[in-house]
């Protein structure tokens, strides 16, 4: 639970995903170093401010889609600084008595925490300083156990966040968010992919490591490990741009023949729709047990 008298160390001198992220919405709560870091990403894939208001976008639609299904409690890790609409009001646009918490690391979210947790009178919305890796922490914080009902639906938001953990433990860290809520909650991510356009998008990786940010894209088979448990909610596993763009449900993405002649093997691979098409998005639902 947030702690206004906390004293709060921005390092303006690092680099930070969520400021990062920040400025490529076009916010101003980001800092030089940021800034310089963003601009080498920016070299690495041009169409990134695009990806990100994409990202943006897709959590829009999804929790739409989630509070018309009845889900009225969110549980959103990575949130970032606020740029409206925030989760919260979004949900709660539809049904006011929404109860979200906000999960982040970067000490400038908290330093910003007060506009994230101003709702609805009928709502409830909380920020609980924690990072990912801290599954337990996370479900024990009191801003966590005093808002959401784990006997009942939560909506798990991971928006543009689990590339920045390498390495295969991220599974068990999701596995771990998961494994106390009730049957019939949802995850909803988006994840950086090389898929689409695997120069552009590793340039996107090593320019992120050379600010000292850790990253790892994965492929459609690495993403679909995190719904391996989990009911996939149609079209399932798209790029996010394709995931009910203007609220209506995608065609399939079309594949093409490619030939790779130094073994003459035919594969398939996804036409790219979007010249931002860098991640994949879906919302997996889990079932009752």
Not at 192 to 205: A, K, N, S
Not at 210 to 229: K, L, N, Q
Request: with cysteine.
């Amino acid at each position: 639970m947030v702690d206004r008298d906390k004293p709060v160390d921005i390092r303006p001198d690092l680099p930070h995903s969520a400021r990062i992220y920040d400025y490529f919405l076009g916010g101003k709560d980001n800092y030089e170093a940021d800034r310089a870091a963003a601009e080498k990403i920016e070299q690495a894939i041009p169409s990134v401010r695009e990806v990100a208001r994409g990202n943006r976008a897709f959590m829009i639609r999804a929790v739409r889609y989630l509070s018309d299904l009845g889900v009225r409690q969110f549980l959103d890790i990575g949130t970032g600084i606020p740029t409206e609409p925030n989760l919260h009001q979004v949900a709660q646009e539809t049904a006011p008595d929404s109860r979200v918490v906000y999960v982040d690391n970067d000490p400038i979210v908290l330093a910003h925490a007060r506009a994230l947790l101003t709702g609805t009178p009928e709502g409830v919305t909380r920020y609980a300083e924690a990072d990912v890796t801290e599954p337990e922490r996370i479900l024990a914080d009191p801003a966590v156990q005093q808002t959401l009902d784990f006997g009942k639906p939560v909506a798990l938001s991971l928006i543009a966040l689990c590339h920045f953990v390498p390495g295969e433990r991220i599974y068990d860290i999701i596995d771990t968010l998961l494994e106390p809520l009730a049957p019939g909650s949802y995850l909803v991510m988006t994840h950086l992919t090389t898929d689409f356009d695997p120069q552009i998008v590793e340039g996107t990786v090593q320019a992120y490591r050379h600010s000292g940010i850790a990253m790892e894209a994965r492929t459609r088979e690495g993403v679909s490990r995190f719904f391996r448990d989990l009911e996939l909610v149609e079209p399932g596993i798209v790029a996010i741009d394709s995931w009910y763009p203007d609220g209506e449900q995608p065609q399939p993405v079309p594949e093409r023949e490619e030939s790779r002649p130094a073994s003459n093997v035919t594969l398939l691979r996804a036409v790219v729709l979007e010249p931002a098409a860098a991640g994949y998005a879906a919302v997996g639902r889990k079932p009752a047990e």
